[in-house]
């Protein structure tokens, strides 16, 4: 391979002559050999809205000449397209300010800025300074966070709210359809009393509709943007209304809610925005793990379990048992729940360790908010396309345990009282017998009496589910 010698304040170092990244960014690569996760694609794409926004309003401001604001905005616009991926090889476990990434963008602006006017990667004097020209008013300090922030809203608009959507609004529908199926509710994992499927499947809908609504709320805390704070927001080197204005061209360029951070201490110092956010998220995944583990029991079986609904059979489910189904969607979306839980544990210790003026976990907390909010959304739509919008009541199998369910008796408590009722329910279950057999022999109340009064569709209320 052939190198180039690119120099920075430490000294010389060799760099692959046709790469357009630099000495720190090349430092990076040899210092920080761990793992192979590089710096999440959203968060590079995001300097590219960044650098671009920041040099602009530099011009404005009159501190940056018109034709470096347009070289620079030209590649981070390449950028932004995807057309320089391969030049962001940096792991996300580096610096926990995220500096050498931030100069690895800066960097691959720089050089790429320098080839597009007809220079050179060899050259020794270019167009465009790394720091002085593509990182001017700005420090790493305040450009990861204002990055981390673009890519996380982002990944939230465009994965996690759609996602939990769709989900929602498909057992709404299911809800609807299902609404005079009577079968037997559960409690502690044995028969209670009746209640509709549609009611069951209404409380999912519920479920999914607040943890969007805690969604948005978090999304609402974590629009502030810390550039302008530069190194430890004070604002040291930036023109007066950098911030402001920096902040407005952000919002306008992503079509978001950006605005500066009211606090930029706050801003660089801590991370408790995504934190709460990220909590949200993990609200979410807890609401998924529940609806997932109680589509995969309903529809158990299928002659040895509960059996109540039937699931779509996507694939074979097993390389020695002929014939075997499993609910491998709900399988899927429950893993990836058990994971975004996991995340919130390091997203938490990460927002804790904030010392002093700067966090220094920014890496870690941004790549577990992007996978969360990105596996989440995508496990919702994948068991929502391949699961729940064919899920069917299996009539014949609700009704046997409907029938056959001793917690029927509750409906008695009123007519007889409770301890007349238990012994009907105990004498049943010890003799085999049904409820009614159980209550004539006993002599409690008449057959014409038990059926007045123990009506399964009765017993389910006259509930409004609000839809």
């Known amino acids: 391979m052939e190198y180039r010698i690119e120099k920075d304040s430490i000294g010389e170092v060799k760099v ?21 996760q590089t710096m999440p694609i959203e968060i590079i794409r995001a300097f590219g809205v960044l650098k671009k926004c ?27 397209a995807g057309e320089l991926d391969d030049e962001f090889p940096l792991v996300i476990w580096q610096t926990g300010s995220g500096t050498q990434s931030n100069m690895n963008v800066n960097e691959v602006i ?9 220079g050179k990667l060899t050259d020794t004097e270019k167009v465009l300074h790394p720091n002085d020209d593509v990182n001017k008013s ?39 359809e299902f609404k005079d199926i009577v079968k037997i509710g559960r409690t502690h994992f044995m028969d209670a009393t009746p209640l509709t499927l549609g009611q069951e499947f209404s409380g ?53 809610p950006f605005r500066t951070a009211e606090n930029k201490f706050e801003a660089l110092a801590a991370h408790d925005a995504m934190v709460e956010l990220h909590g949200a998220l993990k609200r979410a995944a807890v609401s998924c793990m529940k609806i997932g583990n109680d589509i995969r029991m309903l529809s158990s079986g299928p002659r040895s379990g509960i059996g109540e609904i039937i699931i779509p059979s996507n694939e074979p489910g097993s ?51 992007l996978q969360s909010a990105r596996i989440l959304g995508q496990a919702c739509l994948s068991f929502n396309n391949n699961c729940v919008v064919g899920i069917e009541p299996n009539h014949a199998e609700i009704k ?22 238990a012994k009907i329910a105990k004498k049943a279950y010890n003799d085999n017998s049904t409820l009614k057999a159980a209550a004539l022999e006993l002599g409690y109340l008449t057959a014409e009496e038990f059926d007045a009064w123990v009506r399964p569709e009765e017993m389910c209320g006259d509930i409004d589910l609000g839809f």
């Open 138 to 176: 700005q420090s790493s300090n305040d450009t990861f966070p204002t990055a981390m922030t673009i890519a996380v809203y982002k990944q939230m608009v465009d994965f996690a709210i759609p996602g939990l959507q769709v989900l929602k609004d498909t057992f709404k529908k299911k809800a609807r």
């Open 16 to 36: 692959p002559i046709h790469r357009y990244w630099a000495a720190q960014t090349q430092r990076s690569l040899e210092n920080f050999k761990i793992g192979n």
């Open 400 to 421: 046997n345990k409907l029938d056959n369910s001793l917690m029927l008796v509750t409906a008695l408590n009123t007519h007889i009282g409770y301890d007349k009722a």
């Open 319 to 369: 390389s020695i048992m002929p014939g075997k189904v499993n609910p491998t969607q709900a399988e899927a979306l429950t893993m990836v729940c058990a994971q975004v839980m996991g995340n919130d544990v390091a997203v938490s210790v990460g927002g804790s360790n904030g010392h002093f003026e700067l966090n220094v976990f920014k890496p870690m907390i941004a790549t577990n908010l």
């Open 54 to 80: 920041a040099a602009m309003t530099n011009f404005e401001l009159g501190v940056l000449s018109e034709e470096k604001m347009m070289l620079i905005s030209q590649v981070c616009d390449e950028i932004i």
């Open 204 to 256: 999912y809908r519920r479920q999914l509709e607040l943890s969007i609504v805690a969604l948005e709320k978090g999304m609402d805390t974590a629009t502030e943007l810390a550039l302008g704070g530069t190194a430890v927001g004070t604002g040291l080197n930036t023109p007066k209304g950098y911030d402001v204005l920096v902040a407005k061209k952000i919002s306008q360029e992503m079509a978001m």
């Open 110 to 118: 720089a050089n790429r800025g320098h080839v597009i006017t007809g």
